[in-house]
């Protein structure tokens, strides 16, 4: 695709809610038309990701800022492109935090087990960690 042809007889509409003021109980549901004739295939696909670009620097990319390298190109999804991803880390210490003393040493001990850590798992029975 020829991202500077331009683009003639375009128009894509979209029905949307609009209200006087922030904040205003009241509102009209209107159908915007928008004509993209006279722009470049690549001028409608900026248009198209702003809302995009917005959402993953805005979510992910502030929170990840400190890990990315300038410069660097960030795949991201389409699909979900503002969506938050839980650190695996975070995510199993909720996991842990949300079970008993018993049930965690259970499912660590599964863990464990699962990623052929059986000498580990052998060692903290013996030093009564896991009991």
């Known amino acids: 695709m020829d991202m500077n042809q331009i683009v003639t007889d375009t128009t894509l509409t979209k029905i949307c809610n609009i209200r006087p003021f922030k904040g205003a109980k009241e509102s009209k549901q209107i159908t915007l038309a928008i004509n993209y004739n006279g722009l470049t295939f690549s001028d409608v696909f900026t248009k198209a990701l702003r809302t995009d670009v917005i959402s993953w620097q ?48 259970k499912y660590l001990k599964e863990l464990m087990s699962k990623a052929s850590l059986e000498s580990n798992v052998k060692l903290l029975e013996d030093s009564k960690i896991m009991e």
């Open 58 to 105: 805005n979510g992910p990319g502030r929170k990840g800022y400190d890990a990315l390298v300038d410069k660097s190109t960030v795949n991201v999804s389409a699909k979900a492109p503002g969506a938050t991803t839980v650190d695996p880390e975070t995510a199993m210490v909720a996991k842990l935090l949300a079970m008993s003393p018993s049930e965690q040493a």
